[in-house]
């Protein structure tokens, strides 16, 4: 069973100063990845992917991801943090298209709460 | 195009109410979702719909009846509300040629 770990429950990061959030994750065969981020009292908006490709991905509101198959790790970071980037940040993994699912479900961490600091 | 809508976007419950909260998207999307969230627990998926006239359970069914009818809406019921209810909804929707879902605004559920 595919499985997602966000081993911090909160990140605290100065304005101006790089910020990562970390995941991990577990799944057979080649995985889907995702970042959502969710503003309070809003819904979850879609930050990137990794399916294939490039290793370092680029999403919305310059955010990145690094993918590290060796580490099992898809870490979301981002060079200069903004205040407004507070929010609840959700990494993800997907059913692999192979694997006769077939219904493309999402896992999704626990989340980690991101506050940047004026 | 509106995305993912649902209604109402609070409710108040009293133990043993039943109510549907109201799923649809204008995505023309074949897959949907329904998914609670619980403080500190993250995003758990209640049930799935392939397809019209097609839907599954999640890790988290109890308790919840849903159906599909039609492509454009996936309506989910609470037949007998109970204190542990109490949660975000979110549906979801994706199609082929996606990867990522598309999320629904939330409805904000308490059960007294």
């Known amino acids: 069973a595919q499985s997602v770990a966000q081993p911090e429950d909160q990140v605290n990061v100065a304005e101006g100063n790089p910020l990562t959030v970390k995941c991990t994750y577990s799944?057979?065969?080649?995985?889907?990845l995702f970042w959502y981020v969710q503003y309070p009292n809003r819904g979850l908006q879609f930050l990137l992917k990794?399916?294939?490709?490039?290793?370092l991905v680029k999403g919305s509101y310059g955010f990145e991801a690094e993918f590290n198959k060796s580490q099992t790790s898809f870490h979301l970071k981002k060079p200069s943090a903004l205040v407004s980037d507070s929010a609840l940040y959700f990494c993800?993994?997907?059913?692999?298209?192979?694997?006769?699912?077939?219904?493309?479900?999402?896992?999704f961490g626990k989340g980690t709460k991101l506050s940047v600091i004026p | 195009n509106a995305g993912v809508t649902q209604t109402p976007k609070f409710r108040i419950l009293k133990i043993g109410q039943s109510m549907t909260l109201q799923c649809t998207q204008d995505?023309?999307?074949?897959?949907m979702y329904w998914y609670r969230q619980d403080p500190g627990m993250g995003l758990k998926l209640i049930y799935y719909s392939v397809g019209a006239g097609i839907t599954d359970k999640g890790e988290v069914p109890n308790g919840y009846n849903v159906s599909r009818s039609t492509t454009e809406d996936f309506p989910l019921r609470l037949e007998l509300a109970a204190p542990s209810q109490t949660s975000v909804y979110f549906c979801?929707?994706?199609?082929?040629?996606?990867?990522?879902?598309?999320f629904g605004p939330g409805t904000r559920l308490t059960v007294l």
């Open positions: 995505m023309n999307h074949n897959y």
């Open positions: 979801a929707s994706t199609g082929e040629g996606y990867n990522e879902q598309f």
């Open positions: 990794y399916i294939t490709g490039d290793n």
């Open positions: 799944v057979s065969g080649n995985p889907y």
């Open positions: 993800a993994v997907r059913d692999p298209p192979y694997s006769g699912a077939g219904s493309y479900q999402l896992t």
